[in-house]
């Protein structure tokens, strides 16, 4: 069965400082694997996917993630982080197959002046 | 334009009553979805439908129904409510192909259950 796993419920970083969210997966077979964000009182807004055909992927606000399938890992990162980038962010995995996702229990990212 | 909507945004209500939320999507999609966040915001799937089909249905208390009228639309009708449902409710709608496309997202409902 496909599963995801984030490491660190809480991050904190200095605006212009570099945010790096860890997930890895668990799949059994080629994975499809999502960051969503969540800003506070809103719903999932899909920041960027990997479906096999590149592993670095850029993502919108200037994320992006790199697929690495040596380390079961699909870490988010961003050089420079914003005051607006402070939500919540889940990574997710589909096993390609069904329609349904996975997600993990989320990181919160929190950004300081 | 809304993409995926839902209503109520927020709903406070007796424990033991009986509530309804609605979702509707205008993309067209044919597979919709309910998630259930909980307080620490984990995030589980409760049903999904495609075409009016219901496709996934888990491990879910069957006071909660959900009821697809045609494609753009997938209501969730939740009967005597407990404090254990207080949570946010996501709809969700896809297009074929999910596993590689991904969700879009309805804003939520708070439900909170006194």
């Known amino acids: 069965a496909q599963s995801v796993t984030q490491l660190g419920s809480h991050v904190s970083v200095s605006e212009g400082a570099l945010v790096l969210l860890r997930c890895n997966y668990s799949s059994s077979v080629p994975p499809y694997l999502f960051w969503y964000v969540q800003y506070p009182n809103q719903g999932l807004q899909l920041l960027l996917k990997y479906t096999s055909a590149a592993t670095l992927v850029k993502g919108i606000n200037g994320f992006e993630a790199e697929f690495k399938k040596s380390e079961t890992s699909f870490h988010l990162t961003k050089p420079s982080a914003h005051m607006s980038d402070a939500a919540e962010y889940f990574c997710?995995?589909?096993?390609?197959?069904?329609?349904?996702?996975?997600f993990g229990t989320g990181t919160r990212l929190q950004v300081f002046p | 334009d809304t993409a995926v909507s839902q209503t109520p945004k927020y709903l406070v209500t007796q424990m033991g009553n009986d509530k309804s939320i609605k979702c509707e999507q205008n993309?067209?999609?044919?597979?919709m979805y309910w998630y259930k966040q909980d307080s620490k915001k984990f995030l589980k799937i409760m049903f999904s439908?495609?075409?009016?089909?219901?496709?996934i249905n888990e491990t879910v208390p069957n006071r909660f129904s959900p009821k697809s009228p045609d494609k753009a639309h997938l209501n969730l009708h939740i009967n005597s409510l407990e404090l254990g449902d207080s949570a946010v409710y996501f709809c969700?709608?896809?297009?074929?192909?999910?596993?590689?496309?991904?969700?879009?997202f309805g804003s939520g409902t708070r439900l909170t259950v006194v």
């Open positions: 439908y495609n075409n009016k089909e219901l496709i």
């Open positions: 997710a995995v589909s096993d390609g197959n069904t329609d349904k996702l996975i």
């Open positions: 993309l067209g999609h044919d597979t």
């Open positions: 969700a709608s896809s297009q074929p192909g999910a596993g590689q496309y991904g969700y879009t």
